[in-house]
């Protein structure tokens, strides 16, 4: 399974920016997919993640009500629409993808990784 994440770019706070991550691959053995991200000088920590149906999501509390995970199983792309962006998101976002959970917020839960996409906010 290969992971690529695009969409990354610069926004003013309260800017909108949308991800994209595409899978390659034995992707038919996906259980769940994630986002996670890395700040400079920080762990990298939990975003979102989904199922592997698409039918749960499961986010932080820091990313609830602004951003949107979503999945298109036909493209074997998922996206994460991200509204009202603050400074404090700015960092490396990564998808990932697990073989084994159906749902996870942690990083070493996860076998496959994208490249990361920065996103940078100023206020």
């Known amino acids: 399974v290969q992971l690529q994440a695009s969409g990354g770019g610069s926004v003013q706070a309260g800017g909108s920016l949308r991800l994209s991550c595409v899978a390659h691959g034995n992707i038919y053995t996906i259980r769940a997919m994630g986002w996670f991200r890395q700040a400079p000088g920080k762990e990298r920590e939990f975003v979102v993640a989904i199922t592997g149906s698409g039918s749960r999501q499961y986010y932080a509390d820091s990313v609830k009500g602004r951003f949107t995970i979503s999945r298109d199983n036909v493209k074997s792309t998922v996206y994460l629409q991200m509204n009202s962006l603050k400074p404090e998101d700015t960092a490396v976002y990564y998808c990932?993808?697990?073989?084994?959970?159906?749902?996870?917020?942690?990083?070493?839960?996860?076998?496959?990784w994208g490249q990361g996409t920065q996103v940078t906010v100023s206020s």
């Open positions: 990932a993808a697990t073989l084994t959970f159906p749902y996870s917020d942690v990083v070493r839960d996860y076998d496959y």
